[in-house]
């Protein structure tokens, strides 16, 4: 049973347009992340968030900037998307910061970059 | 720094065939181990977790995985497998405040 909700499912942009993409959890979790896949599966860790703290946060290109209103929300802003953002972007949430727990993930957006 | 190396990308497997999907880790010390599968279209669900113990851990779905300090490995094993385990399986393990995946097998079932 999904307990983290991505939206949208799709998007579909232009080069130099900005996006946005929500994630909320209802599990009461502590601790937020968002990954991206691209379209060999990797994942790769974007950003993560312990309660509206931001504590990871790898070497992304500053045109992305996560926001997280609380604990349950993360969302993800695009500044000028480019045809590499093409991707799919899974939010997850774990109960703590601590990285042996089990995460929980989202369906995913997929974002395609024209 | 931790990592996990899946080195098939892609295993094929008749239905009812049993299964075994390879993984090796880099740990300083013993590490928990996960192992996630992603159906088509969906995020990843957890199918077992290793915490030092016993090394054969039980998931759902009849998959099982089983922990080899020696080996430096973390293979996950399933007796029969049906068609609906076509999927993406990745192997994880902590660092820091994050989880590190493996590339992910995809595993194709043919009748």
């Known amino acids: 049973e999904t307990a983290v909700f991505q939206t949208p499912n799709y998007h579909v942009t232009q080069v130099g347009n900005e996006v946005s993409f929500n994630c909320k959890q209802t599990l009461g979790h502590d601790t937020m992340y968002w990954y991206k896949q691209d379209s060999k599966k990797l994942l790769k860790i974007m950003f993560s968030y312990n309660n509206k703290q931001l504590i990871v946060n790898e070497t992304v290109p500053r045109r992305f900037s996560p926001q997280s209103s609380d604990k349950a929300h993360l969302n993800l802003r695009i500044k000028s998307v480019e045809p590499e953002d093409s991707a799919v972007y899974l939010c997850?949430?774990?109960?703590?910061?601590?990285?042996?727990?089990?995460?929980?993930f989202g369906h995913g957006t997929k974002l395609s970059v024209l | 720094a931790q990592s996990v190396t899946q080195p098939d990308a892609r295993v094929t497997v008749s239905e009812g065939a049993s299964l075994q999907l390879r993984c090796k880790y880099s740990y300083f010390g013993t590490p928990y181990l996960f192992w996630y599968v992603q159906y088509p279209r969906q995020g990843l669900q957890l199918l077992l977790k290793y915490y030092p113990g016993d090394p054969v851990v039980q998931g759902v779905n009849g998959f099982e995985a089983e922990f080899s300090k020696s080996n430096s490995s973390f293979h996950l094993r399933k007796a029969s497998v049906h068609w609906s385990d076509w999927a993406v399986y990745f192997c994880a393990v902590p660092g820091g405040y994050k989880v590190v995946f493996g590339s992910g097998t995809r595993l194709l079932v043919s009748p």
């Open positions: 997850a949430s774990t109960k703590s910061r601590i990285s042996n727990e089990r995460l929980f």
